[in-house]
Nanobody, 123 residues
Framework: QVQLVESGGGVVQAGGSLRLSCASS????????MGWFRQAPGKEREFVAA????????YYADSVKGRFTISRDNAKNTMYLQMNSLKPEDTAVYYC????????????????WGQGTQVTVSS
């Protein structure tokens, strides 16, 4: 079993930055590929970014490419999402997720989920 806890959400003006964290406990963190997803009110949960277990490979949704950076520190059992140049359309609850083996961009491929952290970007 893997427990995931997100933190770092908040309210920020458009153009601002936030850094989200996802702390993991339970199974060996470095065995899991990790991902960030988000869900806005009335919309489906969508993929944001993913990172391989080693941290070498990353993958981003087109909507965040060039603005968001995913990273991880396996020694600290923590994953991060640095979000820059935030836009009102980035407003959502952000979730971290974990899966064994290679990274993936579809939510059904992930086995473990956090409870989410709210990010609100005001215009």
């Amino acid at each position: 079993q893997v427990q995931l806890v997100e933190s770092g959400g908040g309210v920020v003006q458009a153009g601002g930055s936030l850094r989200l964290s996802c702390a993991s406990s339970g199974r060996t963190f470095s065995n899991f590929a990790m991902g960030w997803f988000r869900q806005a009110p009335g919309k489906e949960r969508e993929f944001v970014a993913a990172i391989s277990a080693s941290g070498i490979t990353t993958y981003y949704a087109d909507s965040v490419k060039g603005r968001f950076t995913i990273s991880r520190d396996n020694a600290k059992n923590t994953m991060y999402l640095q979000m820059n140049s935030l836009k009102p359309e980035d407003t959502a609850v952000y979730y971290c997720a974990a899966r064994r083996h290679s990274l993936a961009s579809t939510k059904v491929d992930y086995d473990y989920w956090g409870q989410g952290t709210q990010v609100t970007v005001s215009s």
